[in-house]
Nanobody, 119 residues
Framework: QVQLVESGGGLVQAGGSLRLSCAAS????????MAWFRQAPGKEREFVAH????????HYADSVKGRFTISRGNAKNTVYLQMNSLKPEDTAVYLC????????????WGQGTQVTVSS
């Protein structure tokens, strides 16, 4: 059974940092793109960042570019999101997702971890 489990969320003051982790299990993710999305209350889910299977290709939403960094663990089944210079508008549930490299849609999703940034 495939599972994506996020951790590392919490409450932080504006300007602070958090590091999110996503542990994937149940299959090999070595040929999968992994990504972070977020969803704030009353808003649609939005893309944050993605990383390809070997970690040499990343892409970020304009709203987080220069502040967030996505990376992958050596085993390729773990993905991280380092979030710096956090702003109140970054407050959301952050979700990890995975798709086969070549697919257009993310097939596997985690349950999410709450990030709250106070002003």
């Amino acid at each position: 059974q495939v599972q994506l489990v996020e951790s590392g969320g919490g409450l932080v003051q504006a300007g602070g940092s958090l590091r999110l982790s996503c542990a994937a299990s149940g299959r090999s993710f070595s040929n999968y793109v992994m990504a972070w999305f977020r969803q704030a209350p009353g808003k649609e889910r939005e893309f944050v960042a993605h990383i390809n299977w070997n970690g040499d290709n990343t892409h970020y939403a304009d709203s987080v570019k220069g502040r967030f960094t996505i990376s992958r663990g050596n085993a390729k089944n773990t993905v991280y999101l380092q979030m710096n210079s956090l702003k109140p508008e970054d407050t959301a549930v952050y979700l990890c997702a995975a798709k086969w490299d070549g697919s257009t849609e993310y097939f596997y999703w985690g349950q999410g971890t709450q990030v709250t940034v106070s002003s």
